[in-house]
């Protein structure tokens, strides 16, 4: 048995994990969908209204990264993979770049990602920490106005689900950390998970989230005390 007791180890995370980097989340008071309307901002339709507008939303939330770091929760993700002799899997809806930050490796970023731009034209993606507008340029096929974020705005596929499907039906310890449990397919994660019938799930959330009562264990509290806390756990083997 390896230290930590468990094999292959998948870890869900949501905005509350960088909430204490200085990040908005969607969901809380003055979270991000308390100041914008999300059918403007992060839906196809609100790109195809206005498009200079989604672009300069998704400007300043770029910008914002260059003044945050990862915090301890995103640390100690990075440690158990490190020290973890099995599998870590670290499944984020974040567009941020914190876990990378941090130093995990083996990380899918299933809603995207703020640092890269995807050519509409020609299918490029790159990497993009400055600004785009309408009138900016793909820098593979030459097509003004056709770049936009590589995030997945709602009613759009999430990314690398065969990979996380995989994943989730073979792991026997899934965590859910900083995510309030209301978009799916991420909030579906623990029943998948409940449903192959061989995983420890836990959640580490600052409150209960909308399907606390599917974990087997929850502790509450910010993210920077109980992920750190919960990963020196596993790695101690207790
Ligand atoms: P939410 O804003 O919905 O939920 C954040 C969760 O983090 C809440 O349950 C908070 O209680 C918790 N939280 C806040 N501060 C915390 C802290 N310091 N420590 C631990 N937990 C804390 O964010 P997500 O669940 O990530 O998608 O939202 C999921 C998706 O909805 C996002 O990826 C985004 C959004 O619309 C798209 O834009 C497609």
Sequence with gaps: MRATGFERI????????????????FRDEDGLWSQVDLEDV??????ARDPAYVLDFHNKLRAGLR?????????????LERRHAGEVLVVTQNVD??????G??????????????????????????GDVTTGST????????RLRPHVVWFHEMPMGMD???AALARCDLFISIGTSGNVYPAAGFVADVRR??????VELNLEPSESASLFAERIHGPASDVVPAYVSRLLNGI
């Excluded at 998948?10 to 989340?25: F, K, R």
């Excluded at 003044?67 to 440690?79: F, I, K, M, Q, T």
């Excluded at 793909?138 to 106005?145: D, K, L, R, S, Y």
Aim: glycine share 12%.
């Design 10 to 25: 998948v870890v869900l995370t949501g905005a509350g994990i960088s909430a204490e980097s200085g990040l908005d989340t």
């Design 42 to 47: 992060a839906t196809p339709d609100g790109y």
């Design 67 to 79: 003044r945050v770091d990862p915090n301890p929760a995103h640390a100690a993700l990075a440690e």
């Design 97 to 102: 770049d914190l876990h990378e930050r941090a």
């Design 104 to 129: 995990s490796g083996n990380l899918i970023h299933m809603h995207g990602e703020l640092l890269k731009i995807r050519c509409q034209a020609c299918g490029t993606v790159r990497t993009e920490t």
């Design 138 to 145: 793909c820098a593979a096929c030459g097509q003004t106005g």
């Design 163 to 165: 990979e996380i499907n």
């Design 196 to 201: 192959a019938g061989r995983a420890h799930t």
